[in-house]
């Protein structure tokens, strides 16, 4: 009986995971169309960008990932977005794409687990909405990069995999914010491109901490 009840998660697991490689091989969303985006500016007001991608907005049963145009998942993203902006509107102008994400984020499951699901649709996804920002919307600016539990393990993807072979974004990056995320030591010997941020400059760097957006630490994510 016991060895029945180990199976189950792993097949369960398993599903999530084939697919996630499937929706991933459909193809990510036109981010040229701008009912894709959560938050779009019309306008720069300001002289640095939010990248923000909201948390697992939506924990289904009906399927193991949520496209980007599911209705559960935009109405949870909205919420989410409505509760965390004040907190960073007042740093920047605030750039939030819709993406797929793995319904099944919040389940209890290994570190190597979430960051494996995200690398497939969500982390498309992601990858083609920050390009398609670079591209159209920076305008060369310094960014922030922001996000929270599932987003933030996706920018953990993002800053590993994409900033890594693009070395004048780091430049400009001012700073990633990883809202309950675990961000091991592992982690950044791995990435040696990347480290923890330290009062009063937090410029290029990473903070991580747990507790929600309600327990900002102190690392100052203006240039000094």
């Not at 030591?185 to 330290?198: G, K, M, Q, V, Y």
């Amino acid at each position: 009986m016991r060895r029945r009840e180990r199976c189950v998660p792993i097949i369960a697991l398993l599903a999530l995971f084939m697919f996630s490689g499937r929706l991933a091989a459909q193809g990510a969303p036109d981010y040229s169309d701008p009912a894709r985006w959560l938050a779009l500016p019309s306008y720069t007001s300001m002289d640095t960008d939010i990248f923000y991608l909201y948390p697992t907005a939506c924990g289904t049963k009906e399927h193991t990932v949520c496209g980007a145009d599911d209705p559960c998942m935009r109405e949870g993203a909205q919420a989410h977005f409505e509760r965390q902006l004040p907190l960073f509107e007042s740093l920047g102008d605030v750039y939030a794409p819709y993406y797929s994400q793995a319904a099944g984020y919040e389940n209890p499951a290994s570190t190597i687990d979430r960051r494996f699901l995200v690398s497939g649709a969500p982390g498309r996804d992601v990858f083609a909405a920050f390009e398609y920002y670079l591209k159209n919307y920076n305008l060369d600016r310094p960014f922030i990069l922001v996000g929270a539990s599932q987003g933030a393990e996706i920018l953990l993807h993002l800053l590993s995999e994409y900033m890594v072979k693009h070395p004048p974004l780091l430049r400009k990056m001012r700073v990633a914010y990883l809202i309950d995320c675990a961000v091991s030591d592992e982690f950044l010997r791995s990435n040696p491109h990347l480290r923890f941020a330290r009062p009063p400059d937090g410029d290029g760097y990473v903070v991580s901490w747990s507790g929600g957006v309600s327990c900002v630490p102190e690392v100052s994510l203006q240039r000094q």
